[in-house]
């Protein structure tokens, strides 16, 4: 009798269930036992394949959506990438609003992935008509059928890291987990993940990544809104200048605030040192924890599980490439291998 073909029906099976991997060297001057998930093992690349298949399902289960309507979001990141592959197989149009500020790269990647992209000027105001908020917001109310994600503002974010991201962390560590720590930038990674876990274990720790020049911290910290935390900063994907809706404040126990030098080469060394070629805010998330664990966050008995959100391919004309390293001068303070580029 023939064998069974094992294959899957489509590249949406794969998403979730990523990998929980041992950190070796980049923790080894600290006490505890540090483990990454890497949301890079998802087919999209970022954990951002979670909730755009979640909120599109959500949709399709409440009858919004049906084949041949329309996916409509505001960004060129991950979460643009995922929600056009997770469109290609659904049958759906994806139109992202994007800033002129993307990347070339960046839109020929969407445009690739069968997304329509409107790029919208970067220099105008949020509420400019021309904004990609408002292009965005314009074409959900002109296009019957389309469905706008308006992920900092939609609370299916968070569920849907409460569904998965939660359940994983806690399956892969048999309970054991005592700290997570995650970047946040519309917040849902870190909410929906804590508000699971802190169900199951009220005592694990909940630490937060917030970048310099991002309200956050501070936010959570006063509750107040403080325009002088603001400025701006290189690592995308972390941190914020307004407060979004799919944070809950409530479930972080501390936020600590990264530098965008130190991030970059934290990720650089994640590469060097494990083998684990991640984006920029995995950096952030690692440097964040080896601040913490100078501060005395973590003893023997810690087991911290580290969020590392994407893969380092999407980085590599930035903190991959040495020449903009230079040009950002963040070689300047260092005196490492690194910095003595080999000429043949
Ligand atoms: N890292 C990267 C690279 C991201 O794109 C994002 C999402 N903006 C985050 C971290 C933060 O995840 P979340 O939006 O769930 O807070």
Same mark, same amino acid.
């Given at each position: ?72 979001? %505001?960004? !060129? +990141?991950?979460?643009? =990438?995922?929600?056009? /592959?997770?469109?290609? $197989? #659904? ?97 849902? %990674?870190? !909410? +929906?993940?804590?508000? =699971?876990?802190?169900? /199951?274990?009220?005592? $694990? #720790? ?112 930035? $903190? ?25």
């Amino acid at each position: 009798m023939a064998k069974e073909i094992q294959a899957y029906n489509n590249i949406l099976e794969l998403i979730g269930n990523t990998p929980l991997i041992k950190l070796n060297k980049v923790t080894e001057e600290f006490e505890g036992n540090f483990y990454a998930k890497v949301e890079a093992f998802n087919p999209g690349h970022s954990s951002k394949d979670r909730i755009a298949l979640y909120i599109i399902e959500e949709a399709e289960r409440k009858g919004i959506l049906k084949p041949g309507d329309t996916i409509i979001e %505001t960004t !060129s +990141g991950n979460t643009g =990438f995922s929600l056009a /592959m997770v469109s290609i $197989i #659904k049958g759906y149009d994806c139109i992202l609003a994007v800033s002129s500020k993307s990347s070339k790269d960046k839109i020929d990647m969407l445009r690739t992935m069968g997304a329509k992209v409107y790029v919208c000027p970067a220099h105008v105001s949020a509420d400019d008509e021309r904004s990609y908020y408002n292009v965005a917001k314009r074409l959900h109310e002109e296009t019957k059928g389309s469905v706008y994600i308006n992920q900092y503002f939609n609370d299916l974010n968070i569920d849907a890291h409460y569904n998965t991201t939660g359940p994983e962390i806690w399956e892969q560590t048999g309970g054991q987990i005592t700290h997570l720590v995650a970047c946040s930038g519309t917040g849902g %990674t870190i !909410s +929906g993940t804590a508000k =699971f876990l802190k169900e /199951m274990n009220p005592n $694990i #720790k909940i630490l937060g990544v917030d970048a310099y020049g991002s309200v956050l911290k501070k936010y959570h910290e006063t509750k107040e809104f403080d325009n002088e935390e603001i400025y701006p900063y290189r690592i995308e994907g972390l941190g914020k200048n307004l407060i979004p809706t799919a944070t809950d404040f409530d479930v972080i126990d501390k936020f600590m605030k990264v530098t965008d030098e130190e991030s970059a080469h934290t990720a650089r060394e994640i590469a060097k040192k494990e083998g684990i070629f991640a984006g920029y805010t995995s950096g952030a998330a690692l440097q964040a924890v080896k601040q913490f664990a100078e501060e005395g966050e973590f003893d023997a008995n810690s087991k911290v599980v580290i969020i590392f959100p994407d893969h380092g391919s999407r980085y590599m004309s930035k $903190i991959y490439s040495d020449d903009w390293m230079s040009e950002q001068g963040f070689f300047d303070s260092v005196n490492n291998e690194e910095t003595q580029k080999i000429e043949i």
